[in-house]
């Protein structure tokens, strides 16, 4: 083995997990594509990945997980600390020592018999002040590959950490026998380390993916003064070339990825409207020099839910898969190698292998009630293939932030967009996020989850601290805070159906909170924040939505409010005593005015 770096914090801890682990050989990555290129024949010559048709999809690859391996396990992820109330009561938490005694027998000669790559990867583009640097080792090549697609990989990330600097993550990654009941994904953030066993799938093992540019460093930010948020980050940009930036949260299925590669409707885009995606998931938030929020993506690349992706849900994401991308999990059309899932059209291949790696005739295997792909299966596409990548994208100051925007799904309650009344009412609102759940997810429909800044399963600390955080944060910004939005996409009408048409049709919603970001519209306030007037929604073009429409969209029912104020008191309880008493005291002032 030899190091590609000098920095003796990263050896020392390299000997201690290669004194733990017992690989028979130890492979550094280097990022180099004659060493990547060898790693996927080797791959393929195993079975661990597969060829796809090299004309339809260069340079793409098919993997298969386990049957019981196929999505994140939150049961089985803990936030370990030396205190419990500094990560509880939220997270799954055990004493650090604790975990650590009780893991260290999983890992005791785990790698005997196979190869270590020791990966070091950067978060956030090379060179930035604001990126952060891991080292993973792992026994998978799958992970090299997916880590090599979703970060900045191999020299450059060490040479972004440098010989001296103890600043990075420390990643334990083993796939052992990928047994479900020995399964651990658990972070020390106080020790800046990860240590995951017993999984083989994208959001346990990509250690810089959720586990680092999440929970690891949710806490970084909370301890040095910048924020790590499960976010997207677009930019408009207007006839004139002038772009601005909108950050924004939503729990899953609710349309994120699709509202960051955003294609402008017919009527904007003739004038020459344009979007533009810096990230699709997070944002790392940080106090410029001129006192503005800006944010990086820390991400090099997507990876994102196939089933439901296709031209007309999300062209520049299917776009994004169409070369050197990983398809985990989906279905392949035997004749023609190419890859399929639900929703991506009509037409389910006859001569199928579905996700598991068994062959079946595709039409009459879905007539049977089963699904081809895995409903979590999965793509991990480099960003560089998306059609609309802003050139911003490796800027290492990042793009300053205009509005932040929270959403969620909700039949009733929310309106189609309101705005915050100041920074700290909308933290009240981030807080208070939720989403109903769908048919779907569960058996229970309409089952409201509270799910605050869309951070549940992510924040690496206490989620009152987290709250605290985002006030602290909102001081040093000043009078120089982006505006804080809400939307809501997911209104219903008496049948049950999706008043709102969604999909590009966001962009109208998104036109307004940039108007009034730059003070151009009245808004009318009232009991929940600023609601627009319904004639300055821009609905040209628009079939079956008129002004009636948007006002019923903007309606806001008191009574299912002040139901909705005891599911956030609810949520305060629980987190108990460390909500800070400007939440409680938001949270008062809405039920005064609901009431009155």
């Known amino acids: 083995m030899s190091n590609l770096t000098k920095n003796p914090n990263v050896l020392a801890w390299l000997d201690e997990v290669i004194a733990l682990t017992t690989p028979d050989k130890v492979v550094w990555i280097d990022g180099s594509e004659e060493q990547l290129q060898a790693l996927r024949d080797e791959a393929i010559s195993t079975g661990e990945m597969e060829t796809l048709n090299s ?37 799954n938490w055990m004493e650090t ?65 440098g010989d001296e600097s103890n600043d990075f993550v420390r990643g334990l990654h083993s796939k052992a026998d990928v047994e479900e009941e020995k399964r651990y994904i658990v972070q020390f953030p106080e020790e800046n380390a990860i240590w995951s066993i017993n999984s083989a799938y994208g959001g346990n093992v990509l250690l810089g993916k959720k586990c680092f540019a999440l929970r690891i460093a949710s806490y970084q930010g909370y301890k040095e003064g910048w924020m790590a948020e499960h976010m997207l980050i677009l930019g408009i940009e207007d006839p004139n070339g002038n772009v601005e930036y909108i950050t924004a949260a939503f729990p899953s299925a609710c349309g994120k990825t699709n509202l960051a590669m955003l294609i402008p409707p017919k009527h904007f885009a003739e004038k020459g409207y344009k979007v533009w995606t810096v990230g699709d998931d997070i944002a790392w938030m940080h106090v410029g020099e001129d006192g503005r929020l800006y944010a990086i993506n820390p991400e090099a690349g997507f990876f994102g839910v196939a089933p439901g992706t296709n031209a007309k849900s999300n062209y520049n994401a299917l776009m994004s898969t169409k070369k050197n991308a990983i398809f985990t999990n989906v279905a392949v059309d035997n004749d023609t190698r190419k890859v399929w899932w639900e929703g991506l059209d009509k037409n389910p291949p006859v001569n199928a292998t579905e996700w598991t790696g068994i062959p079946v005739n595709g039409p009459e295997y879905i007539a049977e009630g089963n699904k081809l792909a895995h409903p979590n299966s999965r793509f991990t596409a480099p960003a560089v293939n998306c059609p609309c990548l802003s050139k911003e994208f490796d800027n290492p100051n990042g793009v300053p932030v205009s509005a932040i925007v929270f959403g969620g799904r909700r039949a009733k309650t929310a309106p189609l967009v309101y705005q915050s009344f100041d920074w700290n009412h909308g933290v009240y609102v981030g807080s208070a996020m939720a989403s ?37 944060m909102g001081k040093k910004l000043g009078d120089k805070a982006p505006k804080i939005f809400n939307v809501n996409w997911f209104r219903t009408n008496e049948d049950g159906k999706f008043i709102w048409p969604g999909f590009g049709d966001n962009m109208r919603v998104l036109m307004w909170i940039l108007a009034r970001c730059r003070g151009e519209v009245e808004a009318n306030e009232t009991a929940i924040g600023y609601l627009p007037n319904a004639a300055d929604i821009d609905v040209e073009g628009l079939e079956g939505i008129d002004l009636a429409t948007i006002e019923g969209l903007l309606s806001v029912d008191k009574d299912l409010w002040l139901e909705d104020c005891a599911g956030v008191q609810d949520l305060y309880d629980q987190i108990g005593e460390r909500v800070p008493a400007e939440l409680r005291s938001q949270l008062a002032a809405l039920r005064d005015r609901l009431s009155k």
């Not at 270590?116 to 990867?121: L, R």
Request: with cysteine; aromatic share 8%.
């Open 436 to 472: 109903e759940t769908t048919a779907a997810a569960t058996g229970a429909v309409g089952v409201v989850r509270r799910d605050p800044m869309a951070m549940r399963p992510f924040t690496g600390y206490n989620m009152g601290d987290y709250f605290g955080h985002w006030l602290e």
């Open 55 to 91: 004309e339809e999809y260069p340079g793409c690859l098919l993997h298969r997980t386990k049957k019981n391996d196929v999505a994140r396990v939150e049961g089985r992820t803990y936030i370990c600390t030396k205190k419990k109330e500094d990560a509880a009561p939220i997270n």
């Open 97 to 161: 020592s604790e975990m650590k005694a009780m893991l260290t027998p999983l890992y005791t000669g785990v790698m005997k018999g196979r190869t270590m790559y020791v990966i070091p990867y950067c978060m956030g583009p090379i060179g930035s002040p604001y990126s952060k640097v891991g080292v993973e080792v792992t026994d998978s090549i799958y992970v090299v590959l997916n880590m090599d697609i979703m970060t900045r990989m191999g020299q450059c990330a060490l040479d972004q950490l």
